[in-house]
């Protein structure tokens, strides 16, 4: 543990992050947990964090970000406060989420994958929820909002704002 400790203090290290390597060996087998953590921490995983994971559990950082990039759940970008997401999947795209989502990036004035400036929100493109008998859909910090339409988000979003 006390090598742990001097490992965060020269690699320069946030507490938090700190928090999140201690509980685990320093072991390869613990990258996606460690990743999972510090995702749930920051709401993604920033640079100085892969840096760190590299340094703790000794793997090159190119095997970080092919492990990040690998998985839908975790992401380089921080996500806003209020994440959207739309089901572009069969089922909903078929009903129509498309324009849901073409509504949403005009609304907001990004695409999907980015975040407003003021960090409010972010968009994402999905392909199934498992909600397929409430196509189309659509998700605001995971609460699923079916049966679709323009006017509904339209709703959601102004009651967010």
């Given at each position: 543990?006390?090598?742990?400790?001097?490992?965060?203090?020269?690699?320069?290290?946030?507490?938090?992050?700190?928090?999140?390597?201690?509980?685990?060996?320093?072991?390869?087998?613990?990258?996606?947990?460690?990743?999972?953590?510090?995702?749930?921490?920051?709401?993604?995983?920033?640079?100085?964090?892969?840096?760190?994971?590299?340094?703790?559990?000794?793997?090159?950082?190119?095997?970080?970000?092919?492990?990040?990039?690998?998985?839908?759940?975790?992401?380089?970008?921080?996500?806003?406060?209020?994440?959207?997401?739309?089901?572009?999947?069969?089922?909903?795209y078929v009903k129509g989420s498309q324009?849901?989502?073409?509504?949403?990036?005009?609304?907001?004035?990004?695409?999907?994958?980015?975040?407003?400036?003021?960090?409010?929100?972010?968009?994402?493109?999905?392909?199934?929820?498992?909600?397929?008998?409430?196509?189309?859909?659509?998700?605001?910090?995971?609460?699923?909002?079916?049966?679709?339409?323009?006017?509904?988000?339209?709703?959601?979003?102004?009651?967010?704002?």
């Amino acid at each position: 543990m006390e090598e742990n400790k001097q490992c965060c203090k020269n690699c320069g290290k946030d507490e938090e992050l700190e928090k999140i390597l201690w509980v685990y060996k320093q072991d390869k087998d613990n990258l996606i947990q460690i990743l999972n953590d510090v995702q749930e921490h920051y709401g993604y995983i920033p640079k100085h964090a892969q840096i760190a994971i590299s340094e703790y559990l000794n793997i090159p950082m190119a095997e970080i970000y092919g492990v990040i990039t690998f998985y839908a759940r975790f992401t380089l970008k921080p996500k806003g406060k209020y994440h959207i997401a739309v089901c572009l999947g069969t089922a909903c795209y078929v009903k129509g989420s498309q324009k849901i989502m073409d509504r949403l990036e005009e609304k907001l004035g990004i695409k999907a994958g980015e975040t407003t400036q003021d960090g409010k929100f972010s968009i994402e493109a999905t392909r199934c929820v498992g909600a397929c008998g409430l196509a189309p859909v659509f998700t605001v910090n995971g609460e699923v909002y079916g049966k679709a339409t323009v006017q509904k988000l339209d709703k959601v979003l102004d009651e967010l704002k």
